[in-house]
């Protein structure tokens, strides 16, 4: 099963991609780890997303296309199919994608959207923290780990992005609505959406993405 999971900053994409991952033995590809990782190498196109990535704008679709048509390529092993956080973004980002995976085993076949108000999403994103040893994700507000600033799980002093902070958010979210709203009506148009009520507790989320993967 290849899918695509989509949410607005702060949705929870991260917390449901590593269970979905876990659960159904799919292949977690996280644009976000991809930029990380070609911004620590140096890398051409690390460099060129590093530019966008430190104003908390999003990196332009070439730049992005080419990471993950890299990353497909050099994909080990496929496992049971892959799950994509975080891409497409735009239009123009779906509609490469649909051109490199035509006819193939790539395509996508299902688009999760993890859908919560704009309103909710401020404490989620300003009070996350993240361990990178681990990469336990916790928040200050509604998950606080038991040592203030200390991971729970390894002892690792934990952080906080550079864009979580309110400024950077309103132009996420202002790109998202612009952005990547469209691309959820797009694949909606063609029945592959399943809408998840994400502004609820962890477990009652979980149980709404199992029924319906479990369905596919």
Known sequence: ???????????????????????????HISTGDIFRENISKGTPLGQQARQYSEKGLLVPDEITNAMVADYL????????????DGYPRTLAQAKAFEELTAGTAD???????????????????????????????????????????????????LSQRKDDNEESLKVRLNEYAANTEPVIDYYASRDMVERVNADRPIEEIWSD????????
């Open 209 to 216: 993405v199992q029924e319906i993967l479990n369905s596919k």
């Open 73 to 84: 390529r050099n994909l080990p092993d496929r496992k049971n199919g892959y799950l994509l």
């Open 107 to 157: 395509a996508p076949d299902l688009v999760l959207s993890m859908d919560v108000p704009f309103d909710v999403l401020t404490k989620r994103i300003t009070g996350r923290r993240t361990c990178s040893k681990c990469g336990a994700i916790y928040n200050i507000y509604t998950k606080a780990p038991a040592a203030e600033g200390i991971c729970d799980a390894c002892g690792t002093e």
């Open 1 to 27: 099963m290849n899918i695509f999971i989509m949410g607005a900053p702060g949705s929870g994409k991260g917390t449901f991609s590593s269970r979905i991952r876990d659960t159904y033995n799919l292949n």
